[in-house]
């Protein structure tokens, strides 16, 4: 009996690990994806890395490694950016990279912003976007 027992947990701790390095390996692919769009969108709109962490209320350095994928990028940090970017938080977990794309066509560029205008920025384009999405529920 105690020898079944003790098979049975170590695949219980052999299934442990493997779901772990799954979901770990899951992470990384998020959070390389999730870089990749921030960066796409950020050089689209003309921000620097600097500006953005401003922004966001981080370290450059921190805002690099969200960037790189290198740090998993808190879930308050990406609404931010999304409300600055004008677009649907959905977008930077987007795999495909021609929806990215085509987001990048509506990038808002100006020069010298600081954080205080961002934020103004980020406030229109939330007005924008809710705009539309009634627009999208009352079928206009």
């Known amino acids: 009996m105690w020898s079944n027992i003790s098979i049975f947990l170590w695949q219980k ?6 779901l772990c390095i799954f979901a770990t390996e899951k992470m ?24 953005m962490a401003e922004y966001l209320g981080v370290g450059r ?17 990406l609404q931010k950016a999304a ?3 004008g677009c649907e938080l959905a977008l930077l977990f987007e795999e495909d990279e021609t929806a990215v794309r085509n987001m990048l066509v509506c990038a808002f560029r100006a020069d010298d912003l600081n954080a205080d205008d961002m934020r103004e920025v980020a406030s229109f384009k939330c007005v924008v976007m809710n705009y539309l999405k009634m627009e999208r529920l009352l079928g206009k």
């Open 28 to 51: 990384k692919k998020m959070n390389t994806i999730t870089g990749r769009n921030l960066k796409a969108l950020r050089e689209a709109n003309g921000y620097t890395q600097e500006k």
């Open 83 to 85: 409300d600055l970017f």
């Open 13 to 18: 701790r052999s299934f442990s690990k493997k």
């Open 61 to 77: 350095s921190a805002y690099a490694n969200y960037e790189a994928g290198k740090r998993e990028t808190p879930l308050e940090v």
